[in-house]
């Protein structure tokens, strides 16, 4: 019994790396779950640097022409979860090192569909799939990726 259990998981060890590959962890704060989320999807923290997140956050009472302000303890709250869990925060994994080295040392993408990784991951969608009534845009990440909330973008 102990035989057939042990190669059953080393048959699927393969499989659960495949998938951890993919997965981002998901976003667990409140105050970024609501907040960001409000408007959103809230992002994970992983698909963008530590210098994109600072930016964004300093920003939002102008994010996207929308005034998006928050009060300062909420602003803290939001900082410091992108901080401590953005593509280039230590141990963040291998998805997010993956969008971390794609981006150039001397830029600060705002945006995670401007990130050269989340391009390229989604080069083959045509133009007009964005602005179907399903996706309506590239925001909308749950459109194509149902798990998406819970940090699952694969296929």
Known sequence: MRTTMTLALLLTAPLALAEDDERVPPVTDPVVKKECGSCHMAFPPQFLPRRSW?????????????????????????????????????????AAAKFASSIPAGETPLRITEVPRWVREHRKIKPERWKSAAVKSKLNCAACHPQAEAGLFGD
């Open 54 to 94: 600072q930016k964004l956050v300093e920003g939002l009472a102008s994010h996207f022409g929308e005034d998006a302000s928050l009060t300062d303890a909420q602003r803290a709250a939001v900082l410091e979860y992108h901080l401590a869990n953005a593509a280039d925060a230590p141990g963040a994994g291998r």
